[in-house]
T-cell receptor
């Protein structure tokens, strides 16, 4: 158990809908990362927050947004869903991003299926 | 470019050694990580090495780093069926927030 929690574990929805994925980092970690893992694209970095502020952006679509709240949990919002958004979405947390030997700890993931 | 490359598949017999390879691109000071992903689970950190080191050993795991060729390998001694998983290497340039993951190598251990 990494200490990172994600809810829900599974989510099935229809095209055009909007969903929210939730992540709670390990106790004490200030930074949250979001990744998308699909069969054909591997693990893609989406976005990173540190202590409530956005710090780095990867291949995140404009239909997707995220935020980190004062209690450090984070939410990833996916809207106007398409079939191709079906994937595993992982959250990871770390203590000191950008410092030496900062390591990321991953949650169990949310499996999103868009029908 | 910012690619971290790995071979997609590796198959070994139980008890043999497995060697999973990775090439990275960043030339500045870099941390390099190995993660293991079992079916239906998240990524579990196995080990990491800084780019000024050549080797790191942790029980059955040995990480070798060839800085000149930007080549990283993970050797698993006495491979067991429980080692069957996808193994990802990742790089993070010291002082930045960005991690780049490889495509993952699916290791299959045959009994």
């Amino acid at each position: 158990d990494s200490g990172v929690t994600q809810t829900p574990k599974h989510l099935i929805t229809a095209t055009g809908q909007r969903v929210t994925l939730r992540c709670s980092p390990r106790s004490g970690d200030l930074s949250v990362y979001w990744y998308q893992q699909s069969l054909d694209q591997g693990l893609q970095f989406l976005i990173q927050y540190y202590n409530g502020e956005e710090r780095a952006k990867g291949n995140i679509l404009e239909r997707f947004s995220a935020q980190q709240f004062p209690d450090l949990h984070s939410e990833l919002n996916l809207s106007s869903l398409e079939l191709g958004d079906s994937a595993l979405y992982f959250c990871a947390s770390s203590l000191h991003p950008g410092s030496d030997a900062d390591t990321q700890y991953f949650g169990p993931g949310t499996r999103l299926t868009v029908l | 470019g910012e690619d971290v490359e790995q071979s997609l598949f590796l198959s070994v017999r139980e008890g043999d050694s497995s060697v999973i390879n990775c090439t990275y691109t960043d030339s500045s000071s870099t941390y390099l990580y190995w993660y293991k992903q079992e079916p239906g689970a998240g990524l579990q950190l196995l080990t990491y090495i800084f780019s000024n080191m050549d080797m790191k050993q942790d029980q059955r795991l040995t990480v070798l780093l060839n800085k000149k060729d930007k080549h990283l390998s993970l050797r698993i001694a006495d491979t067991q069926t429980g080692d069957s998983a996808i193994y990802f290497c990742a790089e993070n340039t010291s002082g930045t927030y960005k991690y780049i993951f490889g495509t993952g190598t699916r290791l299959k251990v045959l009994a």
